[in-house]
């Protein structure tokens, strides 16, 4: 007989595993959390996945078609923080619960009825509403890649918030777009080179996406959105699909989709994104980024503006002009500044809980997040409008703040000042709110006392003193007295039935108990579900005014980007940029944020540089040491540039900024982390894209392009890129780079013109003045910079002995760029400072006539130790 055969191994799953199986089939690739009792349990793959993620014991449940079926398990009261990190390990899960109680399936298809169960959810990383599984400080978007023909748009929604924009863009433009967005998940429905995605759940469709669009919003035409183009409607199309597919019933919360004009905005590709650091550090922390630098919000929602703000600056005056008309405001006035950060600081998260409210997962402490979010910026608009003349954008905030005083009236009078998260055990509807309520409570609560008094009045009847009446979930109310106790009760007249013996005690129940433990059941249950009815209610009233509520949060966040960036300004005594709209970029003492601040922490101070860049000198080029300050110098304009437009102060004494359209930083080879494909190629393809899409207006930052590869060539590269630049381009353009030959440029390229960082000798060490100056810079000084570094004395008089052997080869064939043209190496500078020679001015310093024998013996051997140390 076949094994399968054998009774012990039947070929059908019992009717849970059936259930199981259907379910899956249901969530495909998604780990399904199948709920059982107090656990969600995990079963076959999804175990093992899970078990091995989660570092929790991987168990067996019997067997399923003859299989042993591997299983694990998490509590459900601690599910959320199990979620929490499958969801950061990449992971979907989808929670299937039990739709009706045991006791439920019971009544309705007999004792051995299968508890119904349902997939009520699948969280995945972009639609997520938990506090908990979110990060306060950013937004959390799902994006859908939607495609018509040539074109492209992304779709994306971040329902914590409610936020939903559309943007349309050609294939070369999605990368910086998602890397704007920083989305926690892309979804699309056919592969696109070079972007990551996910499936979606269909609906990338025009038509599809256009009746979508329609019957979300409850519109008849999509005139009023701007008219979405025909890939923006197949993003939508896809987006409102899939969360339809992940929230099951619950409606995702979405304002009306903003349609992003891409020319509003800096264009910002995504490694120049990573080159600047904007949202997490070169070690891949945020707390060495431009944006922790920068922060000094009070509210969650304003952090999450300011990470906006930061990776999409502004290329448009007015709306830049607005921003900064809002710092300045706070900035000149401390008193209001500090009063308005203090009144923020004790705000609740309103666009959250109302994400979450909306999203039907909402809680009493949402309710009550809301009313005192609400009431306190309602006294912050009374407050600030007392201020006189106020700049045009807080004059176009201060109305959003305000309208909601029915709401909150509403939600004072109905919940307790602070509310639990958990409403299964009531409690949070205020006394005094509903009649009918406080008398449940009252009754619940005599019940209460009555249940006390029956224990005092028991134990004076029986003599027992140490009998209780205890309540548990299986015996409810009962009356318990010591072993030893218990006989009396015991008899057939004594008023008490026996419910329960245990090792060292027995359990008892009564008719009188029974009376009132029920009526404290019922008052208990109906005052339970008056208080659900109130919830439920509560939460429609919110969510009807989610619009008006979404704008007042949006304007409190703001504003207090607004005030903490004027008290970030003041603090590190920067400056209000001009804006223009030439390609010009002045900037007078810019100072680095992020390097300021670290090398301020190591007790030494920063040198301020200046940078001038305009149409007759656009392109510098910029030589010195290693460590001399190049990377920092380019990359500190690049962000003045950039904190400029995004509408903050600036570190300088003065800047002002011809309008930046689009901005690139690229880091050449040597300096940048592998990412699969050979780096030098990686360096190659960006300085291409760079080439393609820079334009008269974009600000362009080169540190070390060319290097990656032989000399030759790579000389070769940035010379040709320079010239491109220089010639077709015309960008705005820093280029930091140890070819001392392309310094020769300058020769021909009028708006080239050449700088270095300075750096002397002294002493035989070298110093590192971190000061730009004109002109190139005399010499590498790489073995002087490898001597700071530590490395050896021997060491370094091999490197400088083949050094000197390489220099006299160049100058018999006239060095690497000898083929170029006839000019002398450097001809364009002038060394500032001769490097000077110990050796030569100990000698110059003897007077041989003055010598005593026996100083001229100690100058020798001064002089051999000097000989020795070269
Ligand atoms: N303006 C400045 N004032 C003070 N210290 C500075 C300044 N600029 C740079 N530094 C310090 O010098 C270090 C090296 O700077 P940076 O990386 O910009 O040099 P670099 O010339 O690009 O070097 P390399 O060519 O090796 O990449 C910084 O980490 C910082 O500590």
Not at 269 to 289: I, V
Not at 608 to 626: M, V, Y
């Amino acid at each position: 007989m076949a094994r399968d055969d054998s009774p012990k191994t039947p070929k059908q799953s019992t009717p849970v595993m059936a259930q199981f199986h259907r379910l899956k089939a249901e969530a495909g690739e998604a780990l399904l959390f199948f709920r059982m009792g107090d656990f969600f349990e995990l079963f076959f793959d999804d175990a093992k996945v899970a078990a091995a993620c989660l570092d929790i014991a991987l168990t067996k449940r019997g067997e399923d078609r003859g299989q042993p079926v591997p299983m694990c398990g998490v509590p459900v009261h601690a599910a959320e923080a199990y979620l929490a990190r499958l969801i950061k390990a990449g992971h979907r899960v989808a929670i299937a619960e039990q739709t009706e109680s045991p006791a439920e399936a019971k009544r309705a298809r007999g004792s051995k009825a299968l508890v119904e169960r349902a997939i009520i959810r699948v969280v995945t990383p972009g639609t997520l509403t938990e506090e908990s599984l979110l990060d306060s400080k950013a937004a959390n978007w799902l994006a859908a890649i939607g495609r018509a023909g040539d074109d492209y748009a992304i779709a994306a929604a971040d329902i914590s918030t409610g936020r939903f924009e559309l943007i349309a863009c050609d294939t070369g433009g999605l990368p910086a777009e998602l890397a704007r967005l920083d989305a926690a998940e892309v979804i699309a429905d056919e592969r696109i080179a070079g972007i990551a995605t996910t499936q979606g759940a269909g609906g990338f469709d025009s038509m599809e996406g256009e009746a979508a669009l329609k019957r979300r919003f409850g519109i008849k035409d999509l005139a009023g959105f701007g008219s979405p183009g025909r890939a923006e409607c197949v993003a939508a199309g896809g987006l409102l699909a899939y969360l339809d597919a992940t929230q099951k019933d619950a409606t995702a919360h979405l304002a009306a989709p903003r349609r992003i004009e891409r020319s509003g905005l800096m264009a910002i590709d995504p490694a120049t994104r990573t080159s600047l650091e904007l949202l997490r550090g070169a070690d891949g922390s945020p707390a060495t980024s431009l944006l922790a630098n920068l922060d000094r919000c009070v509210t969650p929602g304003g952090r999450r503006l300011l990470a906006e703000d930061i990776s999409a600056p502004l290329a448009r005056l007015d709306p830049i002009r607005a921003r900064l008309g809002l710092v300045q405001y706070f900035a000149e006035d401390q008193l209001l500044r500090e009063d308005v950060r203090t009144r923020l600081k004790s705000l609740p998260d309103l666009a959250r809980a109302l994400g979450r409210l909306v999203a039907g997962r909402g809680s009493p402490r949402d309710l009550a997040q809301i009313r005192d979010a609400l009431a306190g910026a309602d006294d912050l608009q009374a407050m600030l409008a007392e201020g006189g003349e106020l700049p045009d954008l807080l004059a176009s905030l201060l109305p959003q703040l305000t309208g909601h005083d029915t709401l909150v009236a509403e939600l004072d009078n109905a919940l307790v000042e602070s509310p639990p998260i958990d409403a299964s055990k009531g409690g949070y509807v205020a006394a005094g709110y509903d009649e009918e309520l406080d008398r449940l409570r009252e009754l619940a609560s005599g019940g209460r006392q009555a249940i006390a008094a029956l224990e005092a009045k028991y134990r004076e009847a029986t003599g027992i003193a140490n009998l209780k009446i205890k309540h548990n979930n299986v015996l409810g109310y009962h009356i318990e007295v010591p072993a030893k106790s218990a006989k009396p009760l015991m008899a057939e007249d004594s008023g008490f039935t026996h419910r329960q013996t245990m090792a060292n005690a027995v359990r008892f129940n009564s008719p009188e108990l029974h009376e009132q433990a029920t009526a404290l059941a019922e008052a208990g249950d109906k005052a339970l579900a008056l208080e659900a009815t109130h919830l439920e209610r509560l939460t429609a009233l919110v969510t009807g005014q989610a619009e008006t509520i979404a704008r007042s949060a949006d304007a409190l966040a703001r504003i207090d980007v607004g005030a903490g960036q004027a008290h970030r300004a003041i603090e590190g005594g920067w400056t209000l940029p001009q804006l223009a709209d030439q390609p010009c970029l002045e900037i007078e003492g810019g100072r680095h944020p992020v390097v300021e601040a670290a090398v301020e922490k190591e007790g030494e101070r920063f040198i301020a540089n200046d940078c001038q860049l305009g149409p007759n000198d656009r392109l510098w080029l910029i030589t010195g040491p290693n460590m001399g300050g190049k990377s920092t110098f380019l990359r500190q304009v690049a962000l003045i540039a950039l904190m400029a437009q995004a509408g903050g102060y600036v570190p300088a004494s003065r800047a002002k900024i011809g309008l930046v359209d689009r901005l690139f930083s690229r880091v050449g080879a040597s300096d940048n982390l592998a990412r699969g494909r050979s780096t030098f190629m990686v360096e190659m393809v960006e300085t291409a894209a760079i080439l393609a899409q820079a334009t008269r207006n974009s600000l362009v930052i080169l540190d070390e392009i060319g290097r990656g590869t032989s000399t030759y060539d790579g000389l070769a590269i940035a010379w040709a890129v320079t010239e491109a630049m220089h010639d077709d381009i015309g960008a705005r353009t820093l280029f930091a780079t140890h070819y001392h030959e392309l310094t020769r440029l300058a020769e021909r390229l009028d708006a080239l013109s050449l700088h270095h960082v300075r750096a002397k000798e002294y002493k035989g060490d070298l110093v590192l003045l971190h000061e730009v100056a004109e002109g190139a810079a005399d010499k590498s000084y790489g073995i002087a910079v490898a001597k700071l570094a530590g490395m050896s004395p021997k060491m370094l008089a091999r490197a400088k002995d083949i050094l000197s052997r390489l220099e006299a080869g160049r100058n018999e064939t006239g060095g690497i760029a000898a083929g170029l043209d006839s000019l002398p190496l450097f001809a364009a500078t002038t060394p500032e400072e001769e490097p000077s020679d110990p050796l030569v001015e100990a000698l110059a310093d003897l007077d041989p006539d003055a010598l005593t024998p026996r100083d001229a013996l100690d100058a020798l051997y001064r002089l051999k130790r000097l000989a020795d140390d070269r």
